[in-house]
């Protein structure tokens, strides 16, 4: 069993910034390919961006290219995401997710469904 527990969110003005964490617990996340999802009222939980295990790989989906940047401290059991020059269509609950991956090293996971652990989420509003 894994426990991830995001921190971070809170109220910014646009163009501000803010840095999300997720830490985990009861096992090491070396193992897990690493995922941000965000879900707005009435939309479905998207892929913000995510990380491989070896870090080689990365994705951000196109609305936060060059603003998000996603990273891991395997050390600390740590995953962040650093949000830059944000804008109000990034309000959303931002969640954390695990995806086991043992044998690849290298693979992102691009779906909810594919990941077996969640946070319970962290509030982020961004005011015009």
């Known amino acids: 069993q894994v426990q991830l527990v995001e921190s971070g969110g809170g109220l910014v003005q646009a163009g501000g910034s803010l840095r999300l964490s997720c830490d985990a617990s009861?096992?090491?996340?070396?193992?897990?390919?690493m995922g941000w999802f965000r879900q707005a009222p009435g939309k479905e939980r998207e892929l913000v961006a995510a990380?491989?295990?070896?870090?080689?790989?990365?994705y951000y989906v196109d609305s936060v290219k060059g603003r998000f940047t996603i990273s891991r401290d395997n050390a600390k059991n740590t995953v962040y995401l650093q949000m830059n020059r944000m804008k109000p269509e990034d309000t959303a609950v931002y969640y954390c997710?695990?995806?086991?991956?043992?044998?690849?090293?290298?693979?992102?996971?691009?779906?909810?469904?594919?990941?077996?652990?969640w946070g319970q989420g962290t509030q982020v509003t961004v005011s015009s």
């Open positions: 997710g695990a995806a086991i991956s043992p044998l690849d090293t290298g693979r992102i996971y691009y779906t909810w469904r594919e990941y077996n652990y």
């Open positions: 009861g096992r090491t996340l070396t193992l897990y390919s």
């Open positions: 990380v491989s295990r070896n870090t080689d790989n990365r």
